[in-house]
């Protein structure tokens, strides 16, 4: 994709006014916010949306899925970074590849599942040409997570279930985290889950709305 610097939308100074009103949202980790600051989103999308890039909004990137808005890419990438040292991170939803650029900046190895083979091509595509190495791609159904390369140290899901999805608990690291929407469309929360030695413990933090996530038949 060409570079469309020459439009404006993508100097330092865009980019900095988009760190400050995630700061001034409550996003405390600076790890966080530089990575925010570093990933290029205008070549994350369409280039028809470009200008519209670095905007705290959600935008639409085809088959009914959206990339997701800044702020809750940064609040769910800080949940997860707080749970401690993230070497292995399993990402759910691909997507656009934003959420995986921004985990790609803070973590040793991200395994990224997309359902839709379209999004899944053009994500791998666009993040090769960014230089991005340390990502392994799989198309399939993200409620299943990855067993072959389970445990992971943190779980991050970007479209919602209905319910938690069993196999994504079991293929948390002992005091991982798995960071998740759930619930119906019109009732969803963001939820924190972590894996300690008495049991799973959830906590609810605020009701969010993302795209469905869509499980195959078992």
Known sequence: MADINGIGM?????????????????????????AIRNVPRHLLIDEALASRAYEDTALPIGYGQTISQPYIVARMTELLRAGGQLNRVLEVGTGSGYQTAVLARLVKQVYSIERLEPLLRVARGRLLRLGVRNV????????????????????????????????????????????IPVGPANAQELLVVRCTDSGYVHERLARVSFVPLIEDPA
């Open 10 to 34: 993508t100097s330092p100074r865009t980019r900095e006014r988009l760190v400050q009103r995630l700061r001034g949202e409550g996003i405390k980790d600076e790890a966080v916010l530089d």
């Open 136 to 179: 392994q791609f799989k198309l399939g159904d993200g409620s299943r997570g990855w067993p072959e390369h389970a445990p992971f140290d943190g779980i991050i899901v970007t479209a919602a279930p209905a319910t938690l999805p069993n196999a994504l608990l079991e293929q948390l690291a002992p005091g991982a985290r798995l960071v």
